[in-house]
């Protein structure tokens, strides 16, 4: 008698349904396809595994999440508390007051990338607030986290964050540096 066997997709999610999440975690929600109809006639089971292999998949490169500075991603909650309280040490610093956008954006580049390279934790990154007196922020102040998020930058940055008052207030960020890890 020949075996049925249940489809890759439909065992998975069988399998996925019936998991319990671990507490304290943050759960991805998973997003089910739609049912497909039945096959007309039943999967038999080969019969040797070696006629069963599955073709190499492709490569896959992780897409990353986009910086911001009022959320932090991919960040344990202890670093997160001493970036968002100023308690990180400040391994570098860059003021970036009185350039213009493509002097910074090359000054800031360089310098994330030097960093980074020297094995640096945590930067700080002075941007100035530029409040105008119609509510709006500087040039810089907005240019700078849609620089760190720019393709040559945001393999490097793992999390940025208004700074302290003591440290620049929202005119500066910190920038907290992914470790460096050497490829043996």
Known sequence: MAKTLVPD?????QIADSIT?????????????PAKEPAAAPIKAPKSRSAH????????????????HDRLVD?????GQKLVRGQLPLEGRLDLHGMTQDQAHGKLTRFIATSAEAGKRCVL???????????ETGVLRK?????????DLRPL???IRY???????????YVLLKRRRDKA
């Not at 990154?125 to 509510?135: D, N, Q, R, Y």
């Not at 240019?143 to 720019?150: D, G, I, T, Y």
């Open 9 to 13: 997709d439909e065992l998975w999610w």
């Open 21 to 33: 999440p671990l507490k304290h975690r943050r759960r991805v929600p998973s997003v089910k396809p």
């Open 53 to 68: 292999v599955l073709p190499a998949a492709p490569p896959h490169k992780p897409t990353l999440a986009e910086l911001s």
């Open 75 to 79: 960040l344990d909650k202890r670093t």
């Open 125 to 135: 990154v002075i941007t100035g607030k530029g409040l105008k007196p119609t509510g």
């Open 143 to 151: 240019a700078v986290p849609r620089w760190l998020n720019s393709a």
């Open 157 to 159: 940055v793992l999390a």
């Open 163 to 173: 700074a302290q008052s003591k440290d620049g207030g929202e005119g500066a960020l």
